[in-house]
């Protein structure tokens, strides 16, 4: 099967930054689409951004032009740049990873999720 672990959260002040990681590993084929969520207390898990294979990138209006998500010269990689943090940026950040696995035979399909990163943003 396909581990995903993200890396990066912390406690940083309004205005700062952030770079959070997040690495997949197994018998990995191909990756179709990698994504970042967050997940505010009492709200639900939210889409924030996205990336596929063929390169295309998808932002919630609320990060856009302040994050920016990039695949990283290593395999497998996903990066999540965060800048001018907000407050109502805190959340548990989990990455996702959809695609298909090697499996002794025919490939065969993945979603996979991290385990998730707090980030918080407070002075």
């Known amino acids: 099967q396909v581990q995903v672990v993200e890396s990066g959260g912390g406690l940083v002040q309004p205005g700062g930054s952030l770079t959070l990681s997040c690495a997949a590993s197994?018998?990995?084929?191909?990756?179709?689409?990698m994504d970042w969520y967050q997940q505010a207390p009492g709200k639900q898990r939210e889409l924030v951004a996205a990336?596929?294979?063929?390169?295309?990138?998808y932002y919630a209006d609320s990060v856009k032009g302040r994050f920016t998500i990039s695949k990283g010269n290593v395999k497998n990689m996903v990066y999540l740049q965060m800048n001018s943090l907000k407050p109502e940026d805190t959340a548990v950040y989990y990455c996702n990873i959809k695609g298909y696995y090697s499996n002794y035979g025919a490939p065969r399909g993945f979603d996979s999720w991290g385990q998730g990163t707090q980030v918080t943003v407070s002075s």
């Open positions: 990336t596929t294979s063929g390169g295309s990138t």
């Open positions: 197994g018998n990995i084929f191909s990756i179709n689409a």
